[in-house]
Nanobody
Framework: QVHLVESGGGLVQAGGSLRLSCAASGRTFGSHTMAWFRQAPGKEREFVGAIKWSGSYTVYADSAKGRFTISRDNAKNTVYLQMTSLKPEDTAVYYC?????????????????WGQGTQVTVSS
């Protein structure tokens, strides 16, 4: 179990950028996979991307590829989601998740720990 707190959400115009942060705490989580999901009103939770706490592995959903970048700062126990070229359809509550996962990182049921979410609103 890892405690996660997201921050950095807000209102931004289409074409703009925003960086979300996910601060992690708890027991040793060096073997964990960290992921970002999002959920718009009336829609199901959607995978955005994931990164391993150790190593260089990253994976992105097609909707995020080329626009979003996941990175980490091990010294700060923080994972980031840098979002650029934002579109109104990116509007959603963004959640950080963590889990010990060997494969299938895009499936939300594989993650044991979740943050409270942070709202991102993109205006046209």
């Amino acid at each position: 179990q890892v405690h996660l707190v997201e921050s950095g959400g807000g209102l931004v115009q289409a074409g703009g950028s925003l960086r979300l942060s996910c601060a992690a705490s708890g027991r040793t989580f060096g073997s964990h996979t960290m992921a970002w999901f999002r959920q718009a009103p009336g829609k199901e939770r959607e995978f955005v991307g994931a990164i391993k706490w150790s190593g260089s592995y990253t994976v992105y959903a097609d909707s995020a590829k080329g626009r979003f970048t996941i990175s980490r700062d091990n010294a700060k126990n923080t994972v980031y989601l840098q979002m650029t070229s934002l579109k109104p359809e990116d509007t959603a509550v963004y959640y950080c998740a963590a889990g010990i996962i060997s494969g299938g990182v895009s499936y939300d049921y594989k993650y044991a720990s979740w943050g409270q979410g942070t709202q991102v609103t993109v205006s046209s």
